[in-house]
Every structure is written in structure tokens, then in C-alpha cells.
């Protein structure tokens, strides 16, 4: 990927030439209304790009895009090079701005990072576990348990993932979301027929995790969470390239798995 300023400054006026756009989702009946500013724009963008409305490696077009958005070509491009510099577009040897395709080196990269975020979340939030956020989290299992796959299902899980590393510090808990929310493209384009069930963990995991945290079993918990996570990446990685060998997700595993009661 090329970050030449000029040559993106260039191809970011050619695209307002280019065809339609491929891969973005079609207006909605009633389309939303938009501030028209920069992180409107961007955040739409980068949203559609990370849970696959945007598939990997779509051309796309300003004009299209502000005409879908009702904004001007402005806050488009602007916020497209602030895509650009994220890694999620970029500019092709045409001068041509697409989706970054998805490599298994990405999500090696970003689920070793989920996997160590998670686990150092769970270190610091289960010592300070009491009563309530316990009873917190058990309520948040059974309205997970309880919502269908079609309907808040999703939404649920995240929240109750949430609660397991609630006591880990904003910046933690930051960091472990961005890292989330980068592995949804990855996650929807190569099992998307599969989701929810198969690339989350069981309702058994999740119970087990729960069980872990009623105990203040940071040991068991961490070891659930890391095999959760590493599941699901070499799942996706074996579905884009199975020779990959999964370097960063093996050592992560590493630094995070040991023996119950080790270092105590």
C-alpha cells in the first residue's frame, strides 16, 4: 500500500470519475439523516468497512459515496485519507481506492492483540470482583442465553464481554473494542453463513467463564478467553490461507497460558 501524499492526493479527485461504487449497501428506504461533517462521514465509512457492508477489496467512489451520505465530496475525501492512513483503504497502482483486502498476517495481528487485551482485562478485573458485578454478569449470561441469533443476540454478547473486563481502566477496555471491532470484517467476510453459534464461544464457555469469575478463578478465566479467541482466528485464517502459520497468535498463547496457580 502506498502512502505517497501526492499520489493519493491525485487519485482521491480521480475516483470522483470513477464507476459506481462496488460493494457499498444500497440506501436504505428511508436513508439517515447526516451531520455532513468529517466524522460522520468517517465513522459510517470505517463502520461499513469493519462489519463487511463494504467487502474487502470494493473500489470506491466519492461521488457515490457523498451522494449516498448527502454530504459534499469534501468531508468524503478527507475522511477517506484518514482511512487510508488506518490501513483499511488505499490506493492501487491505477490510482484507484479500494478496501484493503483481508490477509491472514492482519488477523494474526489483531487477534493476538484481542487475546492479550482480554486477558490482561480479566487479570485486573477479577480480583476486584464483588457480589454485584457478579450478580451483573450472570444477568447479562441469562439475557444473552435467552435473545435469538436474528434479533440482540449480537449486541448482548458484546455487552456481556464487556462486563468481564469492567474493572481493567477505560484505556484497556478501549484498546480491547478497537481490537474487536477490527477483526468484524475478517470474522463476517470468511464465516459470515456461520455466524452467530459457530464462531462464538459456546453457551458451555460462556458458562464456564462465569463459573471462573464466581470463583475468582483468574487463572481458569483467562484460559477459556484465550481459547476462545485463538479458536476463532485460526478458524478464519485456515478458511483465507491454512499453510499460514499463526506466529503471533502462538505467542500470545504463550505468554498468557500457564499452569492454575502459577506466579501466585
Known amino acids: 500500500m502506498t502512502h505517497d501524499s501526492t499520489g493519493s492526493d491525485a487519485a482521491l479527485h480521480q475516483s470522483d470519475q470513477d464507476g459506481p461504487l462496488a460493494g457499498l449497501p444500497p440506501p436504505p428506504a428511508q ?6 461533517d468529517l466524522h460522520d462521514v468517517y465513522e459510517r465509512l470505517r463502520h461499513d468497512i469493519l462489519d463487511g457492508s463494504i467487502p474487502a477489496g470494493s473500489m470506491l467512489n466519492q461521488v457515490h459515496i457523498a451522494k449516498r451520505l448527502s454530504v459534499s465530496r469534501t468531508p ?13 483503504v488505499e490506493v492501487n497502482f491505477q490510482h484507484r481506492i ?27 478485573t477479577v480480583p476486584r470482583l ?16 435467552g435473545s435469538q441469533p436474528a434479533g440482540d443476540w449480537a449486541h448482548r ?10 474493572h481493567a481502566g477505560d484505556h484497556i477496555v ?14 463476517k467476510s470468511f464465516m459470515g453463513q456461520q455466524q452467530p453459534y459457530s464462531w462464538l464461544a459456546s453457551e458451555e464457555e460462556h458458562s464456564a467463564l462465569v463459573d471462573a469469575y464466581a470463583v475468582r478463578d483468574q487463572d481458569r478465566a483467562i484460559q477459556i478467553m484465550s481459547r476462545q479467541l485463538s479458536r476463532i482466528a485460526l478458524t478464519v485464517m485456515g478458511n483465507i ?15 498468557v497460558t500457564r499452569p492454575a496457580g502459577a506466579g501466585r
Open 31 to 36: 436513508p439517515r439523516a447526516s451531520r455532513g
Open 76 to 88: 468524503v475525501r478527507e475522511a477517506l485519507r484518514m482511512l487510508q492512513a488506518e490501513g483499511l
Open 98 to 124: 479500494r478496501v484493503v483486502p483481508i490477509t491472514p498476517e492482519e488477523i494474526d495481528s489483531v487477534y493476538a492483540m484481542w487475546l492479550l487485551m482480554a486477558c490482561l482485562g480479566i487479570s485486573l
Open 130 to 145: 464483588d457480589a454485584d458485578d457478579i450478580a451483573r454478569i450472570r444477568a447479562a449470561l441469562e439475557a444473552m442465553n
Open 157 to 166: 454478547h458484546i455487552e456481556f464481554h464487556k462486563l468481564l473486563i469492567m
Open 174 to 187: 478501549t484498546a480491547y473494542e478497537n481490537c474487536r471491532t477490527n477483526s468484524e470484517r475478517a470474522r
Open 241 to 255: 490461507d491454512p499453510p499460514y502459520e499463526p506466529t503471533a497468535i502462538r505467542q500470545a498463547m504463550k505468554l
